[in-house]
């Protein structure tokens, strides 16, 4: 029996489910649990949601009128978490009650007692979409919602290289269940708080372009920092690499005093890994970081020394 | 007959073609020119493309290995080229000469023998992919980036609400032709110029937020564009409606001393094409755009005041 057919047959079999999601829940998160309990309800079963942070307001719509019923959750479900540990302040009533977990991260630790995990899908939204067509769901407007902000979150809408056909092909689906797609992208792509649209004002004016146009490093200080939520700063790093010309990005941001947080986007051929490995940290071939506890002058020099060191290769 | 297959029935018996494409070419300009181009090739025809401005750099990838040869044109098409004002300094020779033209845009003016519109479609690539499939040439990886390129670029990366369900089911397709989707969209939509960077920055850093945050009004002076190009300016103004909350983003632009050309940009309900009539401009429901010959004060009152009047509607 495949997995999926595993997974749907326990869906169908039980009832009183609580899904979970990780903590910093975002698009594919929310998405994601949302969806699989809109579709558990119209099978007729109790199903409740949960997650450790609260939910950012721009989500409202994928939620409304999913009332937590706190009915007695008999069995635990987790959407697009690869880990436990990133249940947050839940994993200690629910870590180790997990029967289904739904992912597509590749470095899912298998925990629960049944996984599918498929690494290809650009967002969980994708298999969440597998699951609900096999359980014979009819996906209504709400649902196509949830399931098109996922993937569109997860791919920078449509954009990033995990993107495939099928990828497209799901999202032709949900666009004719009669969502207003360009709505969604709007309010996940094209809103930005003034918070935000200022910080990236500042990261721009303290910018070095360095060694002919190959290399910017961005400074985020903890005073350009202050009255920001994580939101705010989310994917400031990406700035770093969007200029013509730089294969390496370096984004050095203030921890606390003479504590930095380095991370490292790079392009063809410059590995971030053997970047940030050096200096104690880790990550992928295009993105990577390290933690650098000095002085802002010698975090600077000691990032650059060892980018420099593997752009001379 | 249908007008795709009177398209097909005249490409397969006729030869010798020259397609144009409109002044300050985009990604669908050059992506339909050079997928038709490479598609009549492919069924052993003679088939060049122009345009009146050089094309962008960061084409060159659809254009490699299409050298022009000169020949003696005998056919003349148009694709994306709602009308032919828009052939700049082509027209005065190949204006009277247009047999075809495949365009998707609803205002075009129906100037070639032989006319194939498609205004449901979001770009002119989405109705080359179909002529192509129907002369039966086989879209090898050259046409189908060609064509994604168009799509994507005419969609902002499948995030405008012109993005159809037909749509996302064409970039499946070209990306089962084994194309690069993921750099091809770096290269379309995060790489930005320094120069562009910069403009932001400053453009962020004068932005006035009025009437508790509805209003953004962006300025971009003469000092501020001097050394910039047509790509550096492109779309700047869509920043003035990205705020969280704006619902009319105004930008004006400063085309020499007294004289401003006002961009007014607004969200559901607010009509900007009302807002610019008024002062003697038009446009569409959510972009218009009017002239206001008058120092920069006088300006900025003007189209405040008119869109005061209709946000108070």
């Known amino acids: 029996m495949t997995k999926i057919k595993q997974i749907c047959d326990y869906l169908n079999q039980n009832d009183n489910y609580l899904i979970l999601m990780h903590g910093s829940p975002d698009g594919d998160a929310v ?6 309990c809109r579709a558990l309800r119209a099978l007729g079963k109790k199903a409740d949601c949960a997650c450790c942070d609260p939910l950012p307001r721009r989500y409202s719509y994928m939620t409304d009128g999913v009332e937590n019923t706190n009915h007695n959750y008999e069995h635990i479900l987790t959407v697009d978490v690869a880990d436990p540990k990133l249940l947050g302040g839940l994993r200690k009533e629910y870590g180790d009650r997990i029967e289904v977990a739904i992912d597509h991260h590749a470095s899912n630790i298998e925990y629960a007692e049944l996984s599918l995990v498929r690494p290809e899908a650009a967002a969980a939204c994708e298999v969440i979409y597998d699951v609900i067509c096999d359980l014979g769901v009819a996906i209504d407007k709400k649902i196509a919602e949830c399931l098109f902000t996922g993937i569109a ?19 032709a689906n949900l666009i004719e269940k009669g969502i207003d797609a360009g709505e969604i992208n709007r309010i996940m792509f094209d ?3 003034f918070a935000r649209l200022d910080l990236e004002r500042r990261v721009i004016e303290k910018m070095e372009i360095l060694d002919e146009g190959k290399i910017a490093v961005l400074v985020l200080t903890a005073e350009m920092q202050e009255g920001l939520t994580p939101d705010d700063l989310e994917g400031i790093n990406a700035l770093s690499r969007q200029v013509e010309g730089v294969i390496v990005g370096i984004t050095l941001r203030e921890k606390e005093a003479n504590r930095f947080k380095a991370s490292v986007r790079t392009y063809d051929p410059v590995d971030a890994s053997m970047i940030c490995r050096k200096l104690g940290g880790g990550g992928h071939i295009r993105a990577a970081g390290c933690e650098l506890k000095m002085p802002f002058d010698e975090a600077r020099s000691t990032i650059l020394a060892a980018v420099r060191e593997e752009l001379s290769k």
Chains 1, 2 share one sequence.
């Open 191 to 193: 809103t930005k708080s």
């Open 31 to 36: 998405g994601s649990a949302y969806a699989l």
């Open 153 to 171: 979150t997860d791919t920078g809408c449509f954009k990033f290289s995990n993107t495939t056909a099928a990828t497209h092909r799901i999202a």
